[in-house]
């Protein structure tokens, strides 16, 4: 199998993870309302991968709508998203390239019917998250706080130092 699928799960745990420890540091009480658009965003990207992962495995995923109803604490809502991103990222550990190859019809909390591969629905995960991780850092930016740097060449070069060391070693036998 290819390694981007894990690569791409394991950055949008590191993602999510720094979001969550920039998150923290906003006021609570002077940014309540700014900090309760944030959660119901991530709540929303959530709900959608827990939804896609009943699609994956074929249950009923339990919801009605593509948000809770109430809009979990941080440490809850944190916690929550940890132990979604674990599951994605044991479950394209053990993805197969049929299994990934495979299609998956289901419906959508709206009523509307879906056809779609499973490597898609992974994909659509993934990306679903970072879009709405980009709306969060545009609310961070508004309350003076540099979002996190949430890009997947960031990702990598953070987790994977020796790469930048690759890329120097290679500018100099260039020379």
């Known amino acids: 199998m290819s390694t981007l699928l894990p690569a791409l799960f394991d950055y949008n745990a590191w993602a999510n993870a720094d979001l969550f420890n920039k998150l923290e540091s906003i006021d609570r009480e002077k940014h309540q309302s700014e900090l309760q658009r944030a959660l119901k965003l991530i709540s929303h990207y959530y709900v959608v991968s827990r939804i896609f992962s009943g699609h994956l495995q074929g249950v009923p995923h339990g919801f009605l709508s593509d948000n ?100 120097e070693q290679r500018d100099m036998a260039d020379r």
């Open 68 to 167: 809770l109803e109430r809009t979990p604490m941080l440490n809850e809502l944190s916690m929550a998203v940890t132990t979604s991103d674990q599951w994605y990222l044991d479950y394209v550990s053990a993805a197969t390239p049929p299994m990934l190859s495979e299609t998956v019809a289901f419906t959508f909390t709206d009523g509307d019917k879906g056809y779609m591969t499973r490597e898609e629905m992974l994909a659509h995960v993934v990306l679903h998250g970072g879009y709405h991780r980009g709306e969060v850092g545009r609310i961070l930016w508004q309350l003076a706080i540099a979002p996190p740097w949430d890009t997947f060449a960031v990702y990598l070069h953070q987790c994977y130092p020796a790469r930048r060391l690759q890329g």
